[in-house]
């Protein structure tokens, strides 16, 4: 079973309004954490926000905020009042906790694309 | 502020050759990994070290090498280039082998086998 899930390969939004982005997970370990990365062209690779399995609050940086649905195993990423620059992919992460030398775990990407 | 240095940037080999990527990272990480981006697959890992001399295989490892001398450093290397391993790849490193600490990446390399 895939350990992150991406349903989404792209999306649109107007500039200046909100957009969602889907991640869905699977873990059998209580301890982990969900991290979102953004790509834009130039190609690297930029931490956004992360979100512990044992928060109890969204995490939130700025425009981003983690929608954190534990029961569900949701972890989508929320962008308020979108610009163009945010035009990138988009990858939600996963790492478990249990033992050491844990990896990450990637979805693969959500193309978003900010339309003026 | 250097953070983890990857080269080269770009690269083109020919089927057969052997090269080596370099990944070093500055922040004293012992969580080292080196993956590949394809389009719409993801970041799959390649290799993964949570310590020098300690390495150990990901989902991809077939066709590459890794060593971890030092706590600095972690290359890949391709032993026999194959088209197949026309990629993006990224090294990256994190604060913490049991944490759950964020990734931190390189720059990444487009390799090119023709």
């Known amino acids: 079973a895939q350990k992150i899930t991406q349903t989404q390969p792209g999306m649109f939004v107007q500039e200046k309004e909100a957009v969602t982005l889907d991640c869905t997970y699977d873990t059998s370990d209580p301890s982990y954490g969900l991290f979102w990365y953004k790509q834009p062209s130039s190609g690297e690779m930029i931490f956004l926000i992360y979100?512990?399995?044992?928060?109890?609050q969204n995490a939130t940086e700025g425009r981003y905020s983690l929608n954190f649905q534990k029961a569900r195993k949701s972890a989508n990423l929320v962008i308020s009042a979108s610009q163009l620059g945010d035009s990138a992919m988009y990858f939600c992460?996963?790492?478990?906790?249990?033992?050491?030398?844990?990896?990450?775990?990637f979805g693969t990407g959500t193309s978003l694309t900010v339309i003026p | 502020n250097a953070g983890v240095t990857q080269t080269p940037k770009f690269q083109v080999l020919k089927t057969g050759q052997s090269m080596t990527l370099q990944c070093a990272q500055d922040?004293?990480?012992?969580?080292m990994s080196w993956y590949r981006q394809d389009p719409g697959m993801g970041l799959r890992l390649i290799h993964y070290?949570?310590?020098?001399?300690?390495?150990d295989q990901g989902e991809v490892p077939n066709g590459y090498n890794v060593s971890r001398s030092t706590t600095e450093d972690f290359p890949l290397r391709l032993l026999s280039a194959a088209p197949s391993q026309t990629s993006v790849y990224f090294c990256?490193?994190?604060?913490?082998?049991?944490?759950?600490?964020?990734?931190?990446f390189g720059q990444g390399t487009r390799l090119t086998v023709v």
């Open positions: 979100q512990g399995s044992y928060d109890q």
């Open positions: 992460a996963m790492r478990e906790g249990r033992h050491t030398g844990n990896q990450f775990y």
């Open positions: 922040m004293n990480h012992e969580y």
């Open positions: 070290s949570v310590g020098a001399g300690i390495t």
């Open positions: 990256a490193s994190s604060l913490s082998r049991q944490g759950l600490t964020e990734a931190f």
